[in-house]
């Protein structure tokens, strides 16, 4: 158990977790990504509901919703860092691991503020439906990130997570990685979807999606229909080139759309204390 409050302590044991050599490429970080992107995506800014606050996913409404499929191995890692420091909420903890994965897998380095409640209020719960479908365009993809607040740069700019793991065919029925070396950030998803010819593939599922193979490379590559729809949209696509052009440029801005995204329906006040954390049964701490 460790003093509570101390985060250093905290994402010292995450990153210490992320090699998982029985489990996927070996690393938990991309899932742990995927946890921290689906605990905060489901925000809803005209209502104020969703995001990241309460830990939704610890229950059957959200945590079962098939487009968390596969995030409750996320959760389950985490369950020993949770155990050894138990003062930290859920909430917290989720987004945190998000951020320190990142990092350890050569990411930008992404701020990350404490402070969010594992209370569940009622009346802030998200329904089903709120997370983007793969199998869809542009028209779907703004829908949905443009309700969370983010721009167009800013979709192309965290769709940039898919440099990060791979598709499973029993979560979310699409299969393979976006990258040959899922674990380590970089941008050189945007690079591929540039570079490489992509050809449509009906899986033995059904499942449509996009593929690309090169001779020297381990496994097929792919792309999520929504992946192709940033380099067909006239306006996502100048990002997707810059992006593929200028890491650097890149890094710096998945991490403060990152940084945001796991804000999403927090609020502090000037010295960053949270205000809508008020409702301590979840364990709230300053
Ligand atoms: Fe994603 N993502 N994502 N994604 N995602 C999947 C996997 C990952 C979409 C669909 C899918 C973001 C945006 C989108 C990650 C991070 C982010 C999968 C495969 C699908 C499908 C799931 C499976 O089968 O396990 C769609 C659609 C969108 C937007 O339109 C954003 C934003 C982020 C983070 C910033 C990461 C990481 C993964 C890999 C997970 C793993 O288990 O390896």
Redesign the pocket.
């Known amino acids: 158990m460790s003093k509570s409050g101390d985060y250093a302590a905290v994402r010292k044991d995450i990153a210490a977790l992320l090699k998982q050599p029985e489990y996927?490429d070996g690393s938990a970080g991309?899932?742990l990504?995927?946890l921290a992107?689906h605990s905060s995506?489901t925000y809803d800014h005209d209502t104020d509901t969703g995001g990241s606050n309460g830990a939704g996913m610890r229950y059957e409404t959200e945590g079962g919703d098939p487009a968390n499929?596969?995030l409750q191995?996320a959760r389950v890692f985490l369950e020993s860092v949770k155990a050894k420091h138990s003062w930290i909420t859920y909430a917290d903890l989720w987004t945190l691991a998000g951020v320190v994965a990142v990092k350890e897998m050569d990411g930008p380095e992404i701020k990350w503020k404490a402070g969010r409640t594992d209370y569940v209020d009622d009346s802030k719960l998200p329904p089903r439906g709120r997370l983007?479908?793969?199998a869809?365009g542009a028209d779907?993809?703004r829908f949905?990130?443009y309700r969370m607040g983010f721009s167009d740069q800013e979709i192309v700019a965290?769709?940039g997570?898919?440099n990060?793991?791979?598709?499973?065919?029993d979560?979310?029925?699409?299969h393979g990685a976006w990258v040959n070396n899922?674990t380590r950030f970089s941008n050189t998803y945007f690079r591929l979807m540039l570079s490489r010819s992509w050809k449509e593939k009906v899986l033995d599922n059904g499942v449509r999606q996009f593929v690309h193979y090169d001779e020297d490379a381990e496994e097929e590559l792919m792309m999520?229909p929504?992946d192709l729809a940033l380099l067909s949209d006239p306006s996502f696509r100048p990002w997707v080139e810059l992006y593929a052009n200028d890491k650097e440029r890149f890094f710096a801005d998945f991490a403060r759309v990152?940084a945001k995204?796991v804000e999403l329906g927090i609020e502090r006040d000037a010295t960053g204390k949270v205000l809508n954390a008020d409702n301590m049964l979840g364990g709230y701490h300053s």
Do not use: E, K
């Open positions: 996927d991309p899932v990504v995927r992107w995506g499929a596969g191995h983007p479908d793969g869809q779907h993809i949905i990130f965290l769709s997570a898919h990060l793991g791979r598709c499973h065919s979560r979310s029925g699409f899922p999520l929504t990152f995204l």
